[in-house]
Antibody, heavy 123, light 106 residues
Framework: EVQLAESGGGLVLPGRSLRLSCTASGFTFDDYAMSWVRQAPGRGLEWVGFIRSKVYGRTTQYAGSVKGRFTISRDDSNSIAYLQMNSLTTEDTAMYYC??????????????WGKGTTVTVSS | DIQMTQSPSAMSASVGDRVTITCRASQDIKNYLAWFQQKPGKVPKRLIYSSSSLQSGVPSRFSGSGSGTEFTLTISSLQPEDFATYYCLQHSSYPWTFGQGTKVEI
């Protein structure tokens, strides 16, 4: 079964850092781009960023709200995608989801999501 | 950035109703659009990809259409389990952007 599982969330002070992990199983992780999406309490979905597969150079793209503060990376040998979050603010408080971002013909684009991990930024 | 505007933001409907949700893009996104359903406290679920392709396992009462800047998600006969919030997502250009959501209530 195709599965994604996020971990690493928690309570963190403003200005501090946190690293989230997304562990994949049930599919060939190396073949897929991976994306992160977040949802602040009571708000809508916000795309955070994504990382391409090795074939496409593992290059990354980010939303403007996190660019320069967040970094996405991947460990293909262990099927894990990471979201390194620095200089956190209260605006980053949200549930963070990882999802598979398959390329064309997009049958595997955002088709699988993890259950999410909660990040709370508060003093 | 491409803005995705959904309408309506919220709506009341009854079981059996035909429901149409619109998503408008601020510029041409061809058919790089997906639709998601999210119930309270649950993980988003993809319904439609590439504007009109139905996700495997999703009931056929759901359909998507459109290209360019205007897209619609239609539920042909609303069922009790369809009361949820629906989001569109464009992945034509970076940053990818979601619509603000449409809450479908009883």
């Amino acid at each position: 079964e195709v599965q994604l599982a996020e971990s690493g969330g928690g309570l963190v002070l403003p200005g501090r850092s946190l690293r989230l992990s997304c562990t994949a199983s049930g599919f060939t992780f190396d073949d897929y781009a991976m994306s992160w999406v977040r949802q602040a309490p009571g708000r809508g979905l916000e795309w955070v960023g994504f990382i391409r597969s090795k074939v496409y150079g593992r290059t990354t793209q980010y939303a403007g709200s996190v660019k320069g503060r967040f970094t996405i990376s991947r460990d293909d040998s262990n099927s894990i995608a990471y979201l390194q979050m620095n200089s956190l603010t209260t605006e980053d408080t949200a549930m963070y989801y990882c999802t598979r971002a398959g390329t064309a013909p997009y049958s595997h684009f955002f088709d699988v999501w993890g259950k999410g991990t909660t990040v709370t930024v508060s003093s | 950035d491409i803005q995705m505007t959904q309408s309506p933001s919220a709506m009341s409907a009854s079981v059996g109703d035909r429901v149409t949700i619109t998503c408008r893009a601020s510029q041409d996104i061809k058919n790089y659009l997906a639709w998601f359903q999210q119930k309270p406290g649950k993980v988003p679920k993809r319904l439609i990809y590439s504007s009109s392709s139905l996700q495997s396992g999703v009931p056929s009462r759901f359909s998507g259409s459109g290209s360019g800047t205007e897209f619609t998600l239609t539920i042909s006969s609303l069922q009790p389990e369809d009361f949820a919030t629906y989001y569109c997502l464009q992945h034509s250009s970076y940053p990818w952007t979601f619509g603000q959501g449409t809450k479908v209530e009883i």
